[in-house]
């Protein structure tokens, strides 16, 4: 196949002057590109390598020898790569200190001993085969779907003293040989377990229910105050003397006037008081201020015995003013006279208090005269118009300190051990993502601009990849690569079952958590997508995210270690 014709058209054909060679390595970029994501939407029995195909259309037109700009390759993608870590370091931050918690840990030491069986797979696979180390590394980055380890792997490799080119290619080549029947294999091994473990969706789905009744982050509950050694004393005064987190939104009075609550309101016998608090610790706060009743919202919004009419109201936080300051500060409850019954952060209701910080994008839920909340959220912003807004100042300073982080040698093992071009911005993304708000920093943005940024820089990286492990790629496979894609599903199939197996049969997980943790323990959406597809609700998900943070900084540093003792 002759594409000197496309040479010319781009370069002039009578000479490569350095505009012209970029012009032509930007254009061939994004036409592997847009090839790529076309042929992302092909399936077969509806599972998808989705952009992946982006790698491998590179790796076609990088076959033919085009005359590209290797400089521009490399740096679009280094940037690309910079982009995809740091938009996912962005969006996890958030949650990932309070995954840390209750079954957090458990699950994330079941992701670290996959990981860590990958790499003692791939090592015994290197030890009988003779294989190349930094090729195991690439076959093992593509076996567990994880492209940032692919980039943490070759910029380490390229750091290193003495880094043969070939074997550098081989490591891309490796990932990509590998990565197809990684996605495959994620989802066959779930499959698998179903059917190995008998799973019965009847009964886990009855154990979910259960879980989810447990687990309710914030709960309403109507209750009649009846204890008599509290009547009298104000909210304030309880609230200490439990030490337990809870809201009271509005007291209805034995006359049937509903008030909004704050801390000096007083309890007397017979009010009907609405309370938010967490399910776990439902019974000690209803303990002490009497028993349940059932009382439907309509019943709470009667306005019969009211002179002023109270409404309910989320409020979205976009004044940057607001970003970092706590309750405390604002004072809302003192000025206007309502009450902030939740806190809605990433899909999670939380239980407000006067020491949280809050952050630009939260919804607060306020209660109280319809002129109060109209005038709360003048305060607070409520404009959907400027939470649209790029905040762009975080996000270069941001990658400026994480590329600084990643320069910085940790260890001498004995080349400099580094975070990397990977490493350093998503550390420092996720830090940004959940301390920023402390610092004033607006790090908040919309859920379609951070996939955007993500995916670009995922694109770009893979076509970047792609075209320069294009020249040798059919030449490894025709010498014996093939082998690797033999090596790849062993290392992405046999963790997997071990510690699935553990998990379901010691740890009695349940089966959704379960699909979960397999996709998130190889960073991989495609199996994400299934195992949403398959469970009908979003507890795959939650585990996914829970691992996946430490997953993907994991993957990274694992990566690193193997290729810098490959080469020490």
């Given at each position: ?13 009578d ?39 982006i ?16 400089e ?29 918690k ?15 069986l ?70 066959f ?6 059917y ?56 209805m ?12 309101s ?6 009907k008081?609405r ?57 809302l ?39 109060a909340?109209a005038a ?14 790029p ?12 590329v ?21 911005p ?12 402390h ?17 670009i ?6 076509a ?15 010498g014996?690569?093939y ?6 599903v062993i ?36 199996a ?24 993907m ?16």
């Amino acid at each position: 196949m002759d594409l000197q014709w496309l040479k010319d058209v781009t370069v002039g054909g009578d000479g490569l002057s350095s505009g012209a060679m970029i012009a032509h390595t930007v254009f061939i970029l994004a036409l592997v590109i847009a090839a790529g994501i076309a042929l992302s939407k092909i399936k077969i029995k509806g599972v998808s390598i989705g952009v992946t195909w982006i790698l491998f259309t590179g790796i076609a037109v990088g076959h033919f020898k085009m005359g590209f700009d290797h400089e521009t390759l490399h740096f679009i993608k280094e940037f690309g790569l910079i982009l995809f870590v740091f938009s996912i370091g962005l969006q996890v931050g958030p949650g990932f200190f309070s995954s840390l918690k209750r079954g957090g840990m458990t699950l994330m030491g079941l992701a670290i001993a996959v990981i860590g069986l990958g790499a003692v797979t791939t090592y015994v696979i290197h030890l009988c085969t003779g294989e190349p180390l930094p090729t195991m590394v690439g076959i093992m980055s593509g076996a567990v779907t994880n492209t940032p380890g692919l980039g943490a792997a070759q910029q380490a490799y390229a750091d290193s003293a003495g880094a043969d080119e070939m074997l550098a290619s081989s490591i891309s080549l490796g990932y990509a040989v590998a990565y197809p029947l990684g996605v495959v294999g994620i989802i066959f091994t779930m499959i698998l377990m179903r059917y190995l473990l008998k799973v019965d969706f009847k009964k886990e789905d009855e154990a979910l229910a259960a879980i989810s009744k447990e687990t309710a982050l914030a709960h309403r509950y109507s209750v009649e105050f009846t204890n008599h050694m509290l009547a009298g004393k104000d909210i304030s005064y309880v609230r200490d003397l439990i030490n337990r987190q809870f809201v009271i939104s509005r007291i209805m009075h034995s006359n049937g006037e509903i008030t909004i609550a704050n801390g000096s309101s007083r309890l007397t016998l017979g009010d009907k008081l609405r309370v938010i608090c967490s399910s776990e610790d439902s019974e000690a706060v209803l303990a002490f201020f009497g028993h349940p009743i059932e009382m439907s919202a309509d019943e709470w919004g009667a306005t019969a015995m009211q002179s002023t009419p109270l409404v309910s109201r989320r409020i979205l936080i976009t004044r940057h003013e607001i970003n970092g300051k706590k309750f405390s500060d604002l004072r809302l409850r003192t000025r206007y006279g309502i009450n902030i019954t939740r806190v809605n952060r990433a899909g999670v209701d939380l239980i407000p208090y006067q020491g949280m910080e809050l952050q630009v994008g939260d919804k607060v839920m306020v209660v109280g005269p319809e002129a109060a909340v109209a005038a709360t959220a003048d305060v607070l912003g409520n404009s959907l118009k400027k939470l649209r807004e790029p905040n762009l100042l975080p996000m270069f300073v941001g990658i400026a300190l994480g590329v600084l982080l990643g320069s910085i040698p940790l260890m001498n093992i004995p080349q400099p051990v580094k975070l990397g071009l990977a490493g350093g911005p998503l550390i420092i993304a996720i830090l940004l993502g959940r301390f920023g708000p402390h610092f004033h920093l607006v790090t908040y943005t919309t859920m379609s601009a951070s996939l955007m940024l993500r995916e670009i820089g995922l694109a770009l990286f893979l076509a970047a990849v792609g075209i320069g492990a294009g020249d040798g790629f059919i030449d490894a496979i025709a010498g014996g690569g093939y082998r690797w894609i033999g090596y790849g599903v062993i290392i992405t199939v046999l963790p997997l079952i071990l510690v699935a197996i553990y998990a379901r049969l010691r740890l009695k997980m349940n089966y959704y958590t379960l699909m979960g943790f397999m996709a998130g323990s190889m960073t991989d959406p495609p199996a994400l997508g299934y195992a949403n597809q398959t469970a009908g609700n979003d507890m795959p998900a939650v585990s996914y995210a829970t691992v996946y943070p430490v997953v993907m900084f994991m993957r990274v540093l694992v990566a690193q270690m193997m290729i810098l003792f490959a080469v020490g």
